[in-house]
Nanobody, 120 residues
Framework: QVQLVESGGGLVQAGGSLRLSCAAS????????MGWYRQAPGKQRELVAA???????NYADSVKGRFTISRDNAKNTVYLQMNSLKPEDTAVYYC??????????????WGQGTQVTVSS
C-alpha cells in the first residue's frame, strides 16, 4: 500500500505565492513520474505540472513561468512552487505518482487533494 500526503494549500491573494508538498510512503520500490493536477468546480481534472525521476519537467501552458515543480527522490516527495497566483488558479490540487511497488507492479496513486483559493 502506498499513501500520498499533500500539504501547503490555503487562501492567498492574487499575486501571492504558495508551495505545495506531497510525500509518498509505503511499499515503494521506485517512483517514475510525479505530478500535480487540479480540478476547479464544474471542470475536468487537468495536468498542472509533471516531473520524471530524472528531472525532466512538463507544464500546462497556463502556469508556465509562474509555477515550478521539483522533487526529492531520496524523500519520495514532490513540490509545486506557485508564484504570481491568479483567481483562475483556484482549485483542488492533487498529487499523482506513477509507482513501482514490491513485486514489480506499477500503480498510479493519488493524494487526497488540497484546496488552493486565490482571492482577487
Amino acid at each position: 500500500q502506498v499513501q500520498l500526503v499533500e500539504s501547503g494549500g490555503g487562501l492567498v491573494q492574487a499575486g501571492g505565492s504558495l508551495r505545495l508538498s506531497c510525500a509518498a510512503s509505503g511499499s515503494i520500490f521506485s517512483i517514475n513520474a510525479m505530478g500535480w493536477y487540479r480540478q476547479a468546480p464544474g471542470k475536468q481534472r487537468e495536468l498542472v505540472a509533471a516531473i520524471t525521476s530524472g528531472g525532466s519537467t512538463n507544464y500546462a501552458d497556463s502556469v508556465k513561468g509562474r509555477f515550478t515543480i521539483s522533487r526529492d527522490n531520496a524523500k519520495n516527495t514532490v513540490y509545486l512552487q506557485m508564484n504570481s497566483l491568479k483567481p483562475e488558479d483556484t482549485a483542488v490540487y492533487y498529487c499523482n505518482a506513477d509507482t513501482i511497488v514490491a513485486g514489480g507492479y506499477e500503480y498510479d496513486y493519488w493524494g487526497q487533494g488540497t484546496q488552493v483559493t486565490v482571492s482577487s
